[in-house]
């Protein structure tokens, strides 16, 4: 019983599902055919653009194995698009270069695993196949002989959830394809196992049913089977037009939230139950309480290692280098750090960071509004500890040799492709690994066969059980935990290098939006980023953890970081300059309007409002050259917590305005209690657009303008983009869904662009 299967990814994880399915289709007698959705017949993709994530080739994971970690450090951002060329040479854990898939003829069932990217776009891989189903003239009975069933990821933390998903659903249906198993929408703020997982465990009957109603009656119909938790996972395409659909999720109660909450009311139960039996008793990381305690637990199957690791003989350091040169995307540029400057005072917060990166040696060149990458390396004292605690700190020079099992009967199976093939250990976990990446259910599975003591291999089988989910997402995924708490937390575990290095995901490089221009600072490339800190619950300790880039920066810097009035040259001290690897990223939309006389509104609390200073940097410096230009207004949305502690480049913004660049300036203040109780005037960017709607409005849709939100998803696009509806409907005398209406028009005319992450 054969199925194709394709998935469109842009940075893994829907790769690593689709993967996971076939694997899962092998035990349940099914046989996938595996290919990325650029693989089409019809859409000859150059060799590149196939296949991995933003242009990376993946190697096969198990589900989930790559995570996208470090969020608060803008890995997740509102833009990326296009595809980056790297060095590497595609695996053959490409199908691109073994066959193709044809839908036109295709008589299988079809199932399509799809993330989301960008704001709401397809992943970059998708984008043919999406204008090539888009076509107009294609008829609406072309797909009629298709029957699928599809699986979305996205992450409800942006404003076009699972958009991806929904656009090629929607297609489908249009040209006369019909589900045979409902579509599910996961979520990557939630977890996506918390859907992904019954909708894998639903998909068989699905296909049993579809394939016993053709021998039957040569057609399914009827009633579509439903994913176990359909009524909290899935939703079939409706008929409205897509982008309107796509916001009115907004206004929808988030399905995977909500199974979350009843996870955490399950575990709070559980909590409750538990000290009422046992008086102070509290569940941890490390020991459950009743019922989990005495519950049977249902746990996944492990599929069998299929890496084998030898240490072998010390690395010297020219090869060491060579590694680091082959590991890493290309093209890489090695620069200096030129300037740095602490933003906020002493008392704010967070602290928010200035780094000037000097390009003069090399030809990296940015607009504003490009963002780039920087490569960064794991702590030291992290590395240090994990290498202490697998018992291998004496084998950290040596090199790391990777194979593949003999007898593995994973199919397409490959080394990771983030590992050089020359490397030593210490390099391995320091620049390849995401050592903070917080560990799957399947690593956790898989870190069970490798525990002695009764006690904690029962308490780790507890968190990847499904009766355990609630403990795992709270005790685990919640917390934040590391593979390194992980080991300190349960002693006797000591899992092989092989099992760490299938499941470890590559450290990703961080990316940054540039917040200066070059025509202002030629040669200068600016960046700022609040340094991120947590604590990490261990059971003993609660131990400060930073950010892994923006930790890294802070540290290289400190030699010469100086407060904003007297920033420093890195080359006056005494500490050499340091040096770091940053890498371009695909240009996107977010640019300053081609018309210079256009309006412009920018919304950027907080460190969002890095790119507008780019842009009024080059505004600045055009009107200088072009003196009898006619410019349009530029309106600046920026909201911080105090007014004398992190409100960022207020000198500047004065400068701005003082010189016409910048035509009006609002500034909401959420914490200054003195500030608000004198005027009561606006807490948040939100509520003051809200105040200024009116000339919003105008701006937007009588003059023709554009708007730019740049900042964090979690606590402020939503609210913007909400605000936004607001005001149109307010101003047009329309109601909710026609002011969607409109908004999402100007997304489609590029007139009102998102730069976000969460
Ligand atoms: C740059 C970026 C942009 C994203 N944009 C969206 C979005 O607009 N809507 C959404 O639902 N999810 C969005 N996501 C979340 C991803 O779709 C989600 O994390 C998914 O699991 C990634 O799968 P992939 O690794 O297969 O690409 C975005 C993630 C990133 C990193």
Redesign the pocket.
């Given at each position: 019983m054969r199925f194709l299967l394709l998935y469109a990814?842009?940075?893994?994880?829907?790769?690593a599902i689709a993967e996971e399915i076939r694997e899962q289709a092998v035990v349940r007698g099914f046989s996938a055919d595996l290919h990325c959705i650029s693989e089409s017949d019809k859409l000859p993709f150059p060799l590149g653009a196939h296949c991995g994530?933003s242009g990376v080739i993946l190697a096969p994971l198990r589900l989930f194995a790559?995570q996208?970690s470090a969020h608060t450090e803008r890995?997740?951002?509102?833009?990326?698009s296009g595809t980056v060329c790297y060095a590497r040479p595609l695996s053959s854990d490409c199908p691109a270069l073994r066959s193709r898939y044809d839908l036109k003829t295709e008589t299988a069932p079809l199932v399509v695993v799809v993330?989301?990217?960008?704001?709401?776009?397809p992943?970059d891989t998708a984008r043919k196949f999406v204008k090539e189903i888009r076509d107009k003239t294609l008829p609406s009975d072309f797909f009629a002989h298709l029957r699928y069933g599809l699986l979305g990821?996205?992450?409800?933390e942006?404003?076009?959830?699972?958009?991806?998903g929904k656009v090629i659903d929607k297609q489908l249906q249009k040209l006369g394809a019909r589900h045979f198993y409902d579509t599910g929408h996961?979520d990557?703020c939630v977890g996506?196992e918390l859907v992904v997982e019954p909708w894998i465990a639903g998909l068989w009957a699905a296909l049993e049913k579809h394939f016993r109603s053709r021998e039957g009656q040569g057609e399914t119909n009827g009633s579509l089977p439903r994913a176990p938790n359909a009524s909290l996972s899935t939703e079939a395409a409706k008929p409205e037009s897509l982008p309107i659909e796509s916001q009115v999720e907004l206004l929808r109660l988030d399905d995977s939230r909500r199974k979350d909450s009843e996870a955490l009311e399950q575990n709070e139960a559980n909590r409750g139950q538990s000290s009422t039996l046992t008086g102070d008793f509290e569940p941890s990381l490390i020991c459950s309480g009743p019922p989990l305690a005495q519950a049977s637990l249902t746990i996944p199957a492990l599929p069998p290692a299929y890496l084998q690791v030898h240490l072998q003989e010390p690395l010297g350091q020219e090869e060491e280098s060579q590694a680091f040169v082959t590991s890493v995307e290309q093209p890489v540029f090695q620069v200096p750090i030129s300037k740095a400057v602490q933003l906020t005072t002493s008392d704010a917060v967070k602290t928010t960071l200035l780094l000037e990166l000097d390009l003069s040696k090399t030809d990296f060149s940015y607009q504003p509004g490009d963002a780039f990458s920087v490569l960064c390396p794991n702590s030291d004292a992290e590395v240090q500890g994990l290498l202490h605690r697998l018992q291998l700190a004496g084998g950290r020079n040596h090199r790391v040799l990777l194979q593949v099992k003999a007898d593995t009967r994973k199919r397409g199976a490959a080394p990771p492709q983030h590992i050089p093939e020359k490397c030593s250990l210490q390099f391995m976990f320091t620049w390849c690994l995401d050592i903070r990446a917080v560990p799957r259910k399947a690593f956790v599975r898989a870190l069970v066969d490798h525990t002695s003591d009764g006690p904690e291999k029962r308490r780790l089988q507890e968190l990847c059980s499904k009766q355990g989910a609630a403990d795992y997402n709270h005790f685990i995924r919640d917390a934040r935990v590391c593979l390194l708490d992980l080991l300190l937390a349960f002693p006797s575990c000591q899992p092989p290098l092989d099992i760490l290095l299938e499941h470890l995901p590559k450290l990703q490089p961080r990316p940054y939006s540039c917040a200066s221009s070059s025509l202002c600072h030629p040669d200068k490339l600016h960046f700022i980023f609040n340094v991120v800190e947590f604590l990490s619950h261990t059971p003993e300790v609660a131990i400060l953890r930073k950010g892994v880039c923006t930790g890294w920066l802070t540290t290289l810097v400190a030699p010469f970081l100086q407060p904003n009035s007297q920033a420093s040259r890195a080359d006056s001290g005494k500490a050499p300059t340091p040096e770091i690897s940053i890498a371009p990223r695909a240009a996107s939309a977010f640019r300053l309007p081609d018309d210079p006389s256009a309006p412009v509104i920018m919304v950027g609390p907080g460190t969002g409002i890095a790119p507008f200073i780019g842009f009024l940097q080059h505004r600045e410096k055009l009107q200088e050259q072009q003196p009898d230009e006619n410019f349009g207004e530029m309106w600046l949305f920026f909201g911080c917590r105090h007014k004398e502690r992190d409100y960022l480049f207020r000198d500047e913004l004065r400068h701005f305005l003082e010189h016409g660049t910048l035509t009006h300036l609002k500034v909401s203040f959420s914490r200054d209690a003195r500030l608000r109780e004198e005027k009561a005037p606006p807490k948040y960017v939100q509520d003051s657009l809200q105040l200024h709607g009116q000339q919003v409005a105008k701006v937007l849709l009588r003059e023709h303008g554009y708007i730019y939100m740049c900042g964090d998803a979690k606590n402020m696009a939503k609210d913007v983009h909400n605000s936004l509806v607001e005001i149109i409907s307010k101003e047009l005398g329309v109601d909710k869904l026609e002011a969607m209406k409109t908004l999402a028009t100007l997304k489609e005319e590029k007139r009102y662009l998102q730069d976000i992450w969460s």
């Amino acid at each position: 019983m054969r199925f194709l299967l394709l998935y469109a990814t842009q940075r893994g994880q829907a790769k690593a599902i689709a993967e996971e399915i076939r694997e899962q289709a092998v035990v349940r007698g099914f046989s996938a055919d595996l290919h990325c959705i650029s693989e089409s017949d019809k859409l000859p993709f150059p060799l590149g653009a196939h296949c991995g994530s933003s242009g990376v080739i993946l190697a096969p994971l198990r589900l989930f194995a790559l995570q996208i970690s470090a969020h608060t450090e803008r890995l997740a951002r509102g833009r990326e698009s296009g595809t980056v060329c790297y060095a590497r040479p595609l695996s053959s854990d490409c199908p691109a270069l073994r066959s193709r898939y044809d839908l036109k003829t295709e008589t299988a069932p079809l199932v399509v695993v799809v993330s989301t990217t960008g704001t709401g776009d397809p992943p970059d891989t998708a984008r043919k196949f999406v204008k090539e189903i888009r076509d107009k003239t294609l008829p609406s009975d072309f797909f009629a002989h298709l029957r699928y069933g599809l699986l979305g990821l996205g992450d409800s933390e942006y404003t076009y959830f699972c958009n991806g998903g929904k656009v090629i659903d929607k297609q489908l249906q249009k040209l006369g394809a019909r589900h045979f198993y409902d579509t599910g929408h996961a979520d990557d703020c939630v977890g996506l196992e918390l859907v992904v997982e019954p909708w894998i465990a639903g998909l068989w009957a699905a296909l049993e049913k579809h394939f016993r109603s053709r021998e039957g009656q040569g057609e399914t119909n009827g009633s579509l089977p439903r994913a176990p938790n359909a009524s909290l996972s899935t939703e079939a395409a409706k008929p409205e037009s897509l982008p309107i659909e796509s916001q009115v999720e907004l206004l929808r109660l988030d399905d995977s939230r909500r199974k979350d909450s009843e996870a955490l009311e399950q575990n709070e139960a559980n909590r409750g139950q538990s000290s009422t039996l046992t008086g102070d008793f509290e569940p941890s990381l490390i020991c459950s309480g009743p019922p989990l305690a005495q519950a049977s637990l249902t746990i996944p199957a492990l599929p069998p290692a299929y890496l084998q690791v030898h240490l072998q003989e010390p690395l010297g350091q020219e090869e060491e280098s060579q590694a680091f040169v082959t590991s890493v995307e290309q093209p890489v540029f090695q620069v200096p750090i030129s300037k740095a400057v602490q933003l906020t005072t002493s008392d704010a917060v967070k602290t928010t960071l200035l780094l000037e990166l000097d390009l003069s040696k090399t030809d990296f060149s940015y607009q504003p509004g490009d963002a780039f990458s920087v490569l960064c390396p794991n702590s030291d004292a992290e590395v240090q500890g994990l290498l202490h605690r697998l018992q291998l700190a004496g084998g950290r020079n040596h090199r790391v040799l990777l194979q593949v099992k003999a007898d593995t009967r994973k199919r397409g199976a490959a080394p990771p492709q983030h590992i050089p093939e020359k490397c030593s250990l210490q390099f391995m976990f320091t620049w390849c690994l995401d050592i903070r990446a917080v560990p799957r259910k399947a690593f956790v599975r898989a870190l069970v066969d490798h525990t002695s003591d009764g006690p904690e291999k029962r308490r780790l089988q507890e968190l990847c059980s499904k009766q355990g989910a609630a403990d795992y997402n709270h005790f685990i995924r919640d917390a934040r935990v590391c593979l390194l708490d992980l080991l300190l937390a349960f002693p006797s575990c000591q899992p092989p290098l092989d099992i760490l290095l299938e499941h470890l995901p590559k450290l990703q490089p961080r990316p940054y939006s540039c917040a200066s221009s070059s025509l202002c600072h030629p040669d200068k490339l600016h960046f700022i980023f609040n340094v991120v800190e947590f604590l990490s619950h261990t059971p003993e300790v609660a131990i400060l953890r930073k950010g892994v880039c923006t930790g890294w920066l802070t540290t290289l810097v400190a030699p010469f970081l100086q407060p904003n009035s007297q920033a420093s040259r890195a080359d006056s001290g005494k500490a050499p300059t340091p040096e770091i690897s940053i890498a371009p990223r695909a240009a996107s939309a977010f640019r300053l309007p081609d018309d210079p006389s256009a309006p412009v509104i920018m919304v950027g609390p907080g460190t969002g409002i890095a790119p507008f200073i780019g842009f009024l940097q080059h505004r600045e410096k055009l009107q200088e050259q072009q003196p009898d230009e006619n410019f349009g207004e530029m309106w600046l949305f920026f909201g911080c917590r105090h007014k004398e502690r992190d409100y960022l480049f207020r000198d500047e913004l004065r400068h701005f305005l003082e010189h016409g660049t910048l035509t009006h300036l609002k500034v909401s203040f959420s914490r200054d209690a003195r500030l608000r109780e004198e005027k009561a005037p606006p807490k948040y960017v939100q509520d003051s657009l809200q105040l200024h709607g009116q000339q919003v409005a105008k701006v937007l849709l009588r003059e023709h303008g554009y708007i730019y939100m740049c900042g964090d998803a979690k606590n402020m696009a939503k609210d913007v983009h909400n605000s936004l509806v607001e005001i149109i409907s307010k101003e047009l005398g329309v109601d909710k869904l026609e002011a969607m209406k409109t908004l999402a028009t100007l997304k489609e005319e590029k007139r009102y662009l998102q730069d976000i992450w969460s």
